[in-house]
Nanobody
Framework: QVQLVESGGGLVQPGGSLRLSCAAS????????MNWYRQAPEKKRELVAS????????SYAASVKGRFAISRDDAKNTVYLQMNSLNPEDTAVYFC???????????WGQGTQVTVAS
């Protein structure tokens, strides 16, 4: 049974930091690219950060580059998103995503709420 369980969300003041975690099980974690998406109210889900299998590469949305950092620990089957210098525009539900292209498979977590407000 595949599971992606996010944690670490919450309420933080502008300028603050949060670290999201996503614990994976039920598939060969190290062979999947891992992504963090977010969805704000009444907005489309957007890709925030990606990390390739075996941490080969990372990429970020322009809106978070320089503030967010994605990493993974294949020994713990966990992907992280360190979020610094948070602002109210970062408020959203953050989702963990696992992606394999061969074979084509994709899994989603249930999401964790991040609210940035004073």
């Amino acid at each position: 049974q595949v599971q992606l369980v996010e944690s670490g969300g919450g309420l933080v003041q502008p300028g603050g930091s949060l670290r999201l975690s996503c614990a994976a099980s039920g598939f060969t974690f190290s062979t999947y690219a891992m992504n963090w998406y977010r969805q704000a109210p009444e907005k489309k889900r957007e890709l925030v950060a990606s990390i390739g299998s075996f941490s080969v590469s990372t990429s970020y949305a322009a809106s978070v580059k320089g503030r967010f950092a994605i990493s993974r620990d294949d020994a713990k089957n966990t992907v992280y998103l360190q979020m610094n210098s948070l602002n109210p525009e970062d408020t959203a539900v953050y989702f963990c995503n696992a992606l394999s292209r061969a074979p084509a498979r994709q899994y989603w977590g249930q999401g964790t709420q991040v609210t940035v407000a004073s």
